[in-house]
């Protein structure tokens, strides 16, 4: 009989004596004090940090400085306001909580974190990304003041190629168990036989036992489906042994599974509970996605049997002006407009993402690919990674595949990004003796019938020794690269271990793929690299319009901006309409991910600094769509799209190019001023029709229409001067929980209430009630004010102010006003949950 879960739940809890849950995961980002410098002393007990800033996790201290501070002499913008940061916190566990396991676990620190409890050093991670857990237990007093402490050192600049943010910029939990528990990442769930009538799921358990005698218990495994209702389950007792750690596995079988796919992410979760003498001493909820795919190496992509293209962005882990500090609200925020324009990839741009990540492209429905690294042995900053690669990268690489083994939406692990291990000429005698060591002992520990070849190359071993990492933990997903070396001899093809061959760019290589590689399945890994300005357009747009053999130096036009047609790309990349002709066209590559959904901090090509973040997203750093956006949403959805740009504020008598992007129709006709500047269509293999028209201002009209009938129409209107200040929230309700978000735009109008496209005003907003402003943004590449400042000039006549609610329910009045205009305020509820 199928019963409600949440009522059992509620009854357990009730009938359990103490305050706690049997698990409590408590977030512990609230109140730490922080101090941006170093002292030695900082990590014992007593220290005296009442003259330290208070503030909340998570934090990203590089965020906060003013971005004309960025080193202006590195071209990759990946010099950052890094330094030494301090956090201490102070907390009391509860008196009746002696006797449990208390662990601290930490999503995220960039980088090169120590922690220390009561005075204890208790761990360091080099690692920026990767997600970790330390036992607290043996330093603790319950029912006492204890004191955490982690110094970070991201002193050395630079150490990444784009913007890493510096602190505990991920969140913090506070775990309290039994000694007898579910492990860290204890759970991992698989489906080994799927179809549409049945699932098997198969789920393995670590339980760890952290006293001194051997604990029997019973391991239940619950399956619930997204309503909340058990679907079956299973329970066997298991011997956990003294100080030991036990794996138990079980088997369930689902009839009738509703599929997780792209358009319908359904979510079941396993519930997994440890009974002692009948009473519950541990539960855990593992959500899963029940799907089944397959690679085909002349057909693609299929899941759950029907074939997929695989649409996707990379994206860097910035959430713009909130720097890498993360926030739910924000990362749904950029895949809801990601979803929208049609997207159903994420690419993890170049390292472990965030949990929240992948648990909203759970819930989404976006196939990721998750990656591990940028770098192996081989640099490519000055202080980067590298250094730290051959003592850590086993347990690091560990750790993702234990983390993320769980996510539906993962379907490919990628061990690597333009890895420069890839070519021969970094060969064993570059490494000194202790890398060399590391990668041949590896290869003797291999099943010799494993290696392909007896003679492969010392990076050809490591890719196979990290492929074989992954595999041992997940035999589910296969193993890929981005590779910018698309020849056979790149040392991590010639491995064998890449089950799809991963390209970066070089579209020359992709329609005859097979000639190369005759029994390989093939993805566009990263592909594009195009550069655009939201709003900002130069004549004429048919031909290219940078020079591309100037890659290798500063571009030199004044104004560090990019045409917003699509028609300037770095040398390496394509258009979008390029690089879309061919993934449409052929089915033997499995998909894109294109470079990048999102504009980034850091990378600022074609220009350098004053410039400080990225011209490759399709939608800018303050999440305003350029305009190519609506060229993949006509391409990629099943929605009526008709858009026409640019503005229409030019000057008398020029020559300007008007586009169009649209679907689900035969013919666009334009007009201006009410005549007919004829109809275009669409040719084979183009994605948007153009004019070139004489300006005079006044109204630019598009009507698509299909069999003669009118599917939309669109007008762009000639701007008269500013005159007021128009707010716009994307939402008036958040949740009073001091993280939620409202993104409001801020535009202004011209006498007759039309945006002005080219505003560059200045803006001024001043907040009341119970929210602050955490950040502004306009989209702009070079605009240097710090983006905490709560004021911003309008980019292409647009700005954000993100608005962040505090921990009390009421009204939020944002208010914004520029000298000669005339102000606006708008209001936003925040309400408790
Ligand atoms: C790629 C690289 C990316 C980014 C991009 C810019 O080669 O993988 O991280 O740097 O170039 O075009």
């Known amino acids: 009989m199928k019963i409600v879960y949440g009522l059992i739940i509620i009854s357990i809890l009730c009938g359990c004596s103490s305050r706690l849950k049997v698990r409590d995961r408590a977030d512990f980002t609230e109140n730490w004090k922080f101090y941006l410098g170093d002292d030695s002393l900082a990590n014992e007990t007593q220290y005296d940090d009442s003259k330290w800033r208070t503030l909340d996790l998570p934090h990203d201290w590089s965020i906060e400085a003013d971005f004309s501070l960025s080193n202006p002499a590195t071209p990759g913008g990946g010099a950052l306001p890094g330094g030494i940061g301090w956090y201490r916190k102070e907390f009391t566990p509860d008196k009746s909580s002696e006797g449990k396991v208390v662990y601290i676990d930490f999503d995220g620190i960039y980088w090169n974190s120590k922690v220390w409890v009561n005075g204890h050093l208790i761990g360091e991670r080099p690692n920026g990304y990767i997600s970790f857990r330390y036992d607290l237990t043996p330093y603790l007093k319950f029912g006492e003041k204890n004191v955490i402490s982690v110094r970070v050192d991201n002193s050395q600049q630079p150490n990444s190629r784009w913007y890493s943010g510096s602190g505990i910029y991920r969140n913090v939990w506070l775990v309290t168990v039994d000694p007898v528990h579910i492990d860290y990442n204890g759970t991992y769930i698989t489906t080994p036989v799927v179809t549409k009538d049945s699932s098997d799921v198969k789920i393995v358990t670590t339980i760890r036992n952290t006293e001194n005698t051997l604990s029997n218990v019973d391991l239940y495994s619950i399956l619930v489906d997204a309503d909340g209702k058990e679907i079956t389950r299973i329970d066997n007792s298991v011997n956990v042994t003294a100080s030991g750690i036990v794996s138990s596995e079980q088997l369930l079988k689902v009839e009738q599974p509703n599929l997780w796919s792209v358009d319908r992410p359904y979510m079941y979760k396993v519930v997994t509970q440890i009974k002692r003498d009948g009473k519950i001493i541990d539960e855990y909820e593992t959500p899963i996605g029940i799907r089944y795919f397959t690679f085909d190496k002349d057909k693609g992509f299929f899941l759950n049997g029907e074939s997929v293209k695989i649409k996707g962005v990379c994206n860097h882990h910035d959430l713009g002006c909130l720097g890498a500090a993360v926030n739910v609200r924000a990362i749904e925020r950029q895949l809801e407009i990601l979803k929208e324009m049609g997207c159903n990839g994420i690419r993890t741009a170049h390292n472990p993402p965030s949990p929240e990540l992948l648990d909203l492209c759970d819930k989404m429905g976006f196939i990721v690919m998750d990656e591990a690294f940028d770098m192996w042995r081989k640099k490519k900053s000055p202080h980067d990674y590298s250094q730290f690669f051959p003592e850590w990268h086993e347990r690091d690489l560990t750790d993702l595949i234990l983390r993320d083994r769980n996510h539906p939406s993962i379907f490919m692990w990628s061990i690597g990004n333009e890895i420069l291990e890839q070519w021969s000429h970094i060969d064993a005698d570059t490494l000194d003796l202790q890398q060399a060591n590391m990668v041949l002992n590896f290869a003797n520990t291999l099943d010799k019938k494993s290696i392909p070849s007896k003679d492969l190359h010392v990076n050809s071993l490591l890719t196979l020794k990290l492929a074989d990492i992954v595999k041992q933990l997940d035999p589910t997903r296969p193993v890929t690269t981005g590779n910018n070396e698309t020849e056979p001899s790149n040392h991590i093809f010639r491995s064998g271990a890449m089950e799809i061959i991963g390209f970066n760019y070089h579209e020359n290589n992709w329609v005859n793929f097979h000639e190369k590689f005759p029994d390989q399945k093939l993805i566009i890994t990263e592909s594009t690299s195009a550069l655009m300005s939201r709003g900002y357009y130069i004549m004429p747009s048919d031909s290219m319009n940078i020079w591309p053999e100037r890659w290798d130096k500063p571009f030199d036009r004044p104004v560090h901006q990019c045409s917003s047609y699509d028609n300037n790309h770095v040398p390496w990349g394509t258009t979008h309409e390029g690089t879309w002709q061919l993934i449409k066209k052929y089915d033997h590559i499995s998909g894109v991910y294109l470079w990048t959904g999102f504009d980034y901090l850091g990378e600022p090509t074609p220009f350098w600094w004053p410039s400080r973040s990225s011209y490759f997203g399709i939608i800018d750093l303050a999440g305003f769509p350029k305009d190519v956006y609506y060229m993949y949403q006509s391409e990629w959805t099943n929605k009526d799209v008709l858009h026409l740009f640019p503005h229409w504020n030019w000057n008398e008598g020029q020559l300007v190019d008007v586009w169009a992007y649209y679907s689900n129709a035969d013919e666009v006709e334009l007009y201006l001023n009410g005549k007919s500047l004829g109809k275009k269509t669409k040719k084979d293999g183009e994605f948007h029709v153009f004019w070139r028209v004489p300006y005079t201002k006044g109204t630019l009209k598009a009507v698509s229409r299909k069999n003669g009938k009118e599917v939309l129409s669109r007008e762009i209107k000639t701007a008269g001067k500013p005159v007021s200040i128009r707010l716009t929230a994307d939402r008036n309700k958040i949740t009073a929980d001091g993280k939620d978000l409202s993104f409001v735009t801020a535009e202004v109008l011209d006498a007759e209430g039309i945006p002005v496209p080219t505003a560059d005003s200045f803006i001024k907003f001043s907040i009341e009630g119970n929210g602050f402003i955490t950040g502004t943004d306009n989209g702009n590449p ?52």
């Open 782 to 833: 070079t605009d240097s004010l710090s983006l905490k400042k709560p004021e911003r000039r309008l980019f292409s006549g647009k700005a954000i102010a993100v608005i962040q609610s505090a921990r009390k329910d009421g009204k939020i009045v944002l208010r914004a006003s520029s000298e000669g205009l005339e102000s606006n305020s708008v209001e936003i509820r925040s309400v408790k949950k």
